[in-house]
């Protein structure tokens, strides 16, 4: 590794100060076990890292009154998967945070370092989109909100300016009759995911007849996207078997997946129509028991 | 470009002057001569670095050392007291859950961590709690015994 100057600001404003020097040569410092990697092994060079250790508040995980979710943008996933609060209002959320590496990297990665890496493989990003969570966006003087599914802007890369730091994830809060979960395709642990399908669906009381549904694809296109042509057809309409698979056949249609050593791009396309379908039913099965778990 | 740094590890505190660079994995075995610590793959796959920041688990190689500056560092060295193994030390021993031994470290407090979260896990759960730690020789049957083992062990414990 190069040298590089640590710093450790212990407030927002001081932070995006920090981040805003340098001409770009300066990164964040979350929990460090996407970026240590990168700079121990894929060559990136920094002239400083700003660590957000003493930020205040960045870790801060809780529920607001009208249910739904703030999740400091340093919050560790192991917090996320272990939080009662997150595991009974949002458990694809905690399921999905669970699936991220080991006890080990998700004691230390965090929910926001997921996120900024922008790894369109990222396994926390298609569960927040399919919830229509909002990145809160803060330059140290005043926030910013952007929906988290036009928070990417390409593999790597993120809507956030020089001197911006994310915040927080806000999730709204999920009705009784909302279901959502993240499928994920895994050879083991420790694998990154080859192709990652979240579902958020609403249903109307009693029936599965879906009210309102998003659909997100993972490590298939440059950023994490939403199917948006199988959410057409799925929404005001009775989930039943059949269209369960016509909708994984046509998630297939929004996915520009390549082929790299993971997988080839032919391969993603059944993978997402089979994961699409796995969660899809999940969904279907949730709401025909009731709604409930 | 070295700084301050004052950590405390295994109860005793050091005031050092650390590169920036370095990792609290690097710091743990070069600068205090607490070599338990393996560095196997240096990456966050394999686990051997696991120690315990806090009381959480967390991969030393991928921990830079002013990270960890004024927190609480457990390594495999300050498990045992007075020269009584840690009951999960004494089942990683009477099962023979060692073979070369170089995992072994990780292991030991990856399970701890593991134990002190959750008293009583399931088979599955002890899976999935070591699934960080890679070992190349024992294909990890006794080791998934040896923390049932201390499970047993340290709710015996518990009794006293």
Same mark, same amino acid.
């Given at each position: 590794?190069?040298?590089?100057?640590y710093?450790?600001?212990?407030?927002?404003e001081? /932070?995006? @100060?920090?981040? !805003?020097?340098?001409?770009?040569?300066?990164? /964040?410092?979350?929990?460090?076990?996407?970026?240590?990697?990168?700079?121990?092994?894929?060559?990136?060079?920094?002239?400083?890292l700003?660590?957000?250790?003493?930020?205040?508040?960045?870790? /801060?995980?809780?529920?607001?009154?009208?249910?739904?979710?703030?999740?400091?943008?340093?919050?560790p996933?192991?917090?996320?998967?272990? =939080?009662?609060?997150?595991?009974?209002?949002?458990?694809?959320?905690?399921?999905?945070a =669970?699936?991220?590496?080991?006890?080990?990297?998700?004691?230390?990665?965090?929910?926001?370092?997921?996120?900024?890496?922008?790894?369109?493989? !990222?396994?926390?990003?298609?569960?927040?989109?399919a919830?229509?969570? *909002?990145?809160?966006?803060?330059?140290g003087?005043?926030?910013? *909100?952007?929906?988290?599914?036009?928070?990417?802007?390409?593999?790597?890369? @993120?809507?956030?300016?020089?001197?911006e730091?994310?915040?927080?994830?806000?999730?709204?809060?999920?009705?009784?009759?909302?279901?959502?979960?993240?499928?994920? =395709?895994?050879?083991s642990?420790?694998?990154?995911?080859?192709?990652?399908?979240?579902?958020y669906?609403?249903?109307?009381?009693?029936?599965?007849?879906?009210?309102?549904?998003?659909?997100?694809?993972?490590?298939? !296109?440059?950023?994490?996207?939403?199917?948006?042509?199988?959410?057409?057809?799925?929404?005001?309409?009775?989930?039943?078997?059949?269209?369960?698979?016509?909708?994984?056949l046509?998630?297939?249609?929004?996915?520009?997946?390549? =082929?790299?050593?993971r997988?080839?791009?032919?391969?993603?396309?059944?993978?997402?129509?089979?994961?699409?379908?796995?969660?899809? *039913?999940?969904?279907r099965?949730?709401?025909?028991?009731?709604?409930?778990? | 470009?070295? %700084?301050?740094?004052?950590?405390?590890?295994n109860?005793?505190?050091?005031?050092?002057?650390?590169d920036?660079?370095?990792?609290?994995l690097?710091?743990?075995?070069d600068?205090?001569?607490?070599?338990?610590?393996?560095?196997?793959?240096?990456?966050?796959?394999?686990?051997?670095?696991?120690?315990?920041l806090?009381?959480? &688990?967390?991969?030393?190689?991928?921990?830079?050392?002013?990270?960890?500056?004024?927190?609480?560092?457990?390594?495999?060295?300050?498990?045992?007291?007075?020269g009584?193994?840690?009951?999960?030390? %004494?089942?990683?021993?009477?099962?023979?859950?060692? %073979?070369?031994?170089f995992?072994? &470290?990780?292991?030991?407090?990856?399970?701890?961590?593991?134990?002190?979260?959750? &008293?009583?896990?399931?088979?599955?759960?002890?899976?999935?709690?070591?699934r960080?730690?890679?070992?190349?020789?024992?294909?990890?049957?006794?080791?998934?015994?040896a923390?049932?083992?201390?499970?047993?062990?340290?709710?015996?414990?518990?009794?006293?």
């Amino acid at each position: 590794m190069k040298p590089f100057e640590y710093k450790r600001p212990s407030s927002l404003e001081e /932070a995006c @100060t920090m981040l !805003a020097a340098q001409d770009g040569r300066v990164k /964040a410092l979350a929990g460090g076990t996407d970026l240590l990697v990168q700079m121990k092994q894929g060559g990136l060079e920094l002239d400083a890292l700003v660590s957000l250790r003493d930020v205040p508040g960045l870790d /801060a995980l809780h529920l607001e009154e009208d249910g739904s979710l703030i999740m400091g943008s340093a919050t560790p996933l192991g917090a996320i998967e272990n =939080s009662p609060d997150v595991r009974r209002a949002f458990p694809g959320i905690a399921e999905a945070a =669970s699936f991220v590496g080991s006890m080990q990297v998700r004691s230390r990665a965090t929910v926001g370092g997921n996120l900024c890496n922008a790894a369109p493989s !990222a396994d926390t990003a298609p569960i927040l989109i399919a919830c229509g969570s *909002t990145a809160v966006i803060t330059d140290g003087q005043a926030d910013r *909100t952007v929906l988290l599914e036009d928070f990417f802007s390409g593999p790597g890369q @993120t809507v956030l300016g020089p001197g911006e730091l994310l915040r927080a994830i806000v999730v709204p809060p999920v009705p009784e009759t909302g279901f959502a979960k993240y499928c994920k =395709s895994f050879r083991s642990a420790m694998d990154c995911c080859t192709v990652g399908v979240a579902v958020y669906s609403d249903f109307v009381p009693g029936s599965a007849v879906v009210r309102d549904l998003r659909l997100a694809l993972g490590a298939v !296109a440059p950023t994490p996207i939403r199917a948006r042509a199988a959410e057409a057809m799925l929404v005001g309409q009775e989930l039943d078997e059949a269209l369960t698979d016509r909708a994984s056949l046509e998630a297939v249609a929004d996915a520009l997946p390549i =082929s790299d050593l993971r997988a080839s791009a032919a391969y993603r396309k059944v993978l997402v129509e089979v994961l699409s379908r796995r969660a899809l *039913t999940a969904a279907r099965a949730w709401a025909e028991r009731g709604a409930v778990a | 470009m070295k %700084q301050e740094l004052l950590i405390t590890v295994n109860g005793d505190e050091h005031h050092l002057l650390v590169d920036t660079r370095r990792t609290l994995l690097d710091v743990l075995r070069d600068d205090l001569g607490l070599t338990g610590t393996k560095n196997g793959c240096g990456a966050g796959e394999c686990g051997a670095c696991t120690v315990l920041l806090d009381g959480e &688990p967390v991969n030393s190689c991928l921990t830079l050392a002013h990270e960890a500056a004024g927190r609480d560092v457990l390594t495999i060295e300050g498990l045992s007291s007075g020269g009584v193994l840690h009951p999960v030390q %004494q089942a990683f021993v009477s099962q023979g859950a060692i %073979q070369c031994g170089f995992c072994t &470290p990780g292991m030991v407090m990856t399970t701890k961590a593991l134990l002190d979260r959750n &008293p009583d896990p399931t088979r599955e759960e002890i899976l999935a709690g070591l699934r960080g730690n890679l070992c190349r020789c024992t294909g990890y049957v006794k080791i998934v015994e040896a923390v049932e083992v201390a499970q047993c062990l340290l709710a015996e414990e518990e009794l006293v």
